[in-house]
């Protein structure tokens, strides 16, 4: 069973540029080339996707979050991560890392990590 956590800084103050990491564990064979994705959840708002990894290592970022946003990876340790740079105040969320078959599919959720922006 794949299973995802979260891992981040929690309380950023503006303007940083944290680094959320994911790290996977229980791959199979077949999980292995799933799509990496990054979504997030302001409160009281939906759902909003940031960003895909493929297995090559191609991304695809959100086209309004594209010049803030990149997806590098540690394949040594099965991690990937999110850096979204400038933050301020809406960035406010909970953070979540998914694998899914392929583009535009979320089939194994990490728990969440909360990013608070606030000076």
């Known amino acids: 069973q794949v299973q995802l956590q979260e891992s981040g800084p929690g309380l950023v103050k503006p303007s940083q540029t944290p680094s959320l990491t994911c790290t996977v564990s229980?791959?199979?064979?077949?999980?292995?080339?799933?799509?990496s994705t990054w979504i997030r959840q302001p409160p009281g708002k939906g759902l909003e996707w940031l960003g895909d990894m493929a297995y090559d290592g191609s991304t695809y970022y959100s086209p309004s979050l594209t010049s803030r946003t990149s997806i590098p990876r540690d394949t040594s340790k099965n991690q990937f991560s999110l850096r979204l740079s400038s933050l301020a105040p809406e960035d406010t969320a909970v953070y979540y890392c998914?694998?899914?078959?392929?583009?535009?599919?979320?089939?194994?959720w990490g728990q969440g990590t909360q990013v608070t922006v606030s000076s």
């Open positions: 229980g791959d199979s064979a077949t999980t292995r080339y799933y799509v």
């Open positions: 998914v694998r899914g078959a392929g583009w535009g599919t979320q089939e194994y």
